[in-house]
Structure formats: structure tokens, C-alpha cells
């Protein structure tokens, strides 16, 4: 089975500028949860939706930054305008179920950096 | 928010020497996840504890939650190369859902 698919692996890009990360989840997975890893601040969740609907956003850093999921295989998380500070791997994941009781599945992560 | 502390955030082991990461909340937690992270990699999910005093054992790898269902540790017996990489326990009360600050393993051939 084809696991969470993030696009693109990698991305370099000048401040001021707008980024946009999509995610694949797993066929059949009904939650989708947007993570961003730094040194500092390790893993940190930005936001989850549960059947394509937003539950918690109380992660998202501030108003540059806004996620989608308008159908069950696709979402994106898009920053507008993007800052240096923005520089992190950021991943997707998803489960079976609501919430994260149960166990998440983790793509491979964009790496994001902004000059 | 919830906070799920994690000592040590590094360890330094030779081959073959056991290890232990300890998971503490000051909250009592609903249930506790374990994740890996390989160098470079993502985290992929190991184990999920739910009930109070449990222990569960994979090979090596033994998890338990505590009576109190406020700390978890994870106990690795003689390790090995291949568990190099940085383990995560993180909860899942309710809708929230709080990674650790996570444990750095490296083994010393």
C-alpha cells in the first residue's frame, strides 16, 4: 500500500515569497494532521482536519500560514508570505479514526528553506 | 497546553549497553504513543499504551505506562546500530494531541 505522499521533498525559495506543501493521506485514513520540526521547537502540530473538516488550528503560527483539505486524498498547507523563520521540515500524516488515538502515519517531509 | 517532557534529550551508548528514555506529563494522560525518527527520516509509530501500570515488549524494546498513567518509559536491551535515531512519546488526550521533546540515541560501535 502507497503510504502519506508529501510534495515536494524539498524547497528553497526567497522570503516574501508563497509556498505551498501537499499531501496525499493513506486511501481510507479520515484524519490528516500537519506537523512542522525544527531543532528548537521540535515537533510541533499546526493543524488536523478529521473527514476533510478542520478540528484544531490552535497550532497554526499566525495568518501567513493556512491549510486546506477540500477532498479525503488531498491537502495543502500553504505560507503567504513565507519568512526565513518559516525554515523547517514540515510533515503530513494520517490515521484511521478520529483524532489521534490512533496511530499515525508519517510522510517523508518537505524540507523548507527560506533565504 | 498539555506539556510531555522526555529526559535525557541525548544519549550517548556503546553497543551492546541498554538504554532508557522516560516520558513524564503533569497531567494524567488518556493513552501514550512511542514513535522512532531515523536520521533524516520521519516518525514511524512503534507502540500505543493505554492502560494504567501496562507493559508491552517488542524484541528488545519494552514500554511501560505508569500506575498513575503520568510517565511511560521505553527500555532498550543491548543495543544495536540500527537503533540509532530519536524517540518520541507523545499523548493523545482528547482532540490534542502533544509530542515529547524527544531522546537523541546514538550507538557507539
Known amino acids: 500500500d502507497a503510504g502519506v505522499i508529501q510534495s515536494p521533498r524539498h524547497e528553497v525559495t526567497e522570503m516574501g515569497q508563497e509556498v505551498t506543501l501537499r499531501c496525499k493521506p493513506i486511501?481510507?485514513?479520515?484524519?490528516l494532521f500537519w506537523y512542522r520540526q525544527t531543532m528548537m521547537r521540535g515537533l510541533e502540530l499546526l493543524i488536523y482536519?478529521?473527514?476533510?473538516?478542520?478540528?484544531?488550528d490552535s497550532g497554526m503560527p499566525e495568518d501567513r500560514f493556512s491549510a486546506k483539505m477540500p477532498n479525503a486524498s488531498f491537502s495543502t498547507l500553504k505560507i503567504q508570505p513565507s519568512e526565513p523563520r518559516d525554515s523547517a521540515v514540515y510533515f503530513c500524516?494520517?490515521?484511521?479514526?478520529?483524532?489521534?488515538?490512533?496511530?499515525?502515519?508519517f510522510g517523508d517531509g518537505t524540507r523548507l528553506s527560506i533565504l | 497546553g498539555q506539556q510531555v517532557m522526555q529526559i535525557p534529550q541525548y544519549q550517548h551508548v556503546q553497543e551492546g549497553e541498554d538504554f532508557t528514555t522516560y516520558c513524564n506529563s503533569s497531567?494524567?494522560?488518556?493513552?501514550i504513543q512511542w514513535y522512532k525518527q531515523r536520521p533524516g527520516g520521519h516518525p514511524v509509530f512503534l507502540i500505543q499504551?493505554?492502560?494504567?501500570?501496562e507493559v508491552k515488549k517488542q524484541k528488545r524494546l519494552t514500554f511501560q505506562f505508569g500506575e498513575a498513567k503520568k510517565n511511560s518509559s521505553l527500555h532498550i536491551t543491548a543495543t544495536q546500530t540500527t537503533d540509532v535515531g530519536t524517540y518520541f512519546c507523545?499523548?493523545?488526550?482528547?482532540?490534542?494531541?502533544?509530542f515529547g521533546t524527544g531522546t537523541s540515541l546514538t550507538v557507539i560501535p
Open positions: 482536519f478529521n473527514n476533510n473538516v478542520p478540528i484544531d
Open positions: 507523545a499523548d493523545s488526550t482528547g482532540n490534542q494531541f502533544y
Open positions: 486511501s481510507g485514513h479520515n484524519s
Open positions: 497531567t494524567t494522560l488518556s493513552n
Open positions: 499504551l493505554v492502560k494504567s501500570g
Open positions: 500524516a494520517s490515521n484511521a479514526g478520529m483524532g489521534a488515538r490512533q496511530p499515525q502515519h
